[in-house]
């Protein structure tokens, strides 16, 4: 049984920092696309950043560039989401994604139940 589990998130006050984690379960994640969404309260989730195999080509949502980093430990099977900076519009719930099927739709095979982040102003 295939399962991502997040953890890290929390209220933190803006100009703060948090690194959330993701622990992958259930299955070899070294040849997958891994990524991290988000969504606020009343909008869509949404893209924020992702890492190719072998920890290459990491890509961010313009919202996030400069501030946060998408890393990978394949012998761990684990996907982190280091955030610095953080706005108050950084607030929502934390997703973590493995194994892209359609980058366009961002469709990903796996999903976790999420984790909250809250930042204060």
């Known amino acids: 049984q295939v399962q991502l589990v997040e953890s890290g998130g929390g209220l933190v006050q803006a100009g703060g920092s948090l690194r959330l984690s993701c622990a992958a379960s259930g299955r070899t994640f070294s040849a997958c696309t891994m990524a991290w969404f988000r969504q606020a309260p009343g909008k869509d989730r949404e893209f924020v950043a992702r890492i190719f195999k072998s920890g290459s080509r990491p890509s961010y949502a313009d919202s996030v560039k400069g501030r946060f980093t998408i890393s990978r430990d394949d012998a761990k099977n684990a996907v982190d989401l280091q955030m610095n900076g953080l706005k108050p519009d950084d607030t929502g719930v934390y997703y973590c994604?493995?194994?892209?099927?359609?980058?366009?739709?961002?469709?990903?095979?796996?999903w976790g139940q999420g984790t909250q982040v809250t930042v204060s102003s």
């Open positions: 994604a493995a194994c892209i099927v359609d980058s366009a739709a961002n469709r990903y095979s796996y």
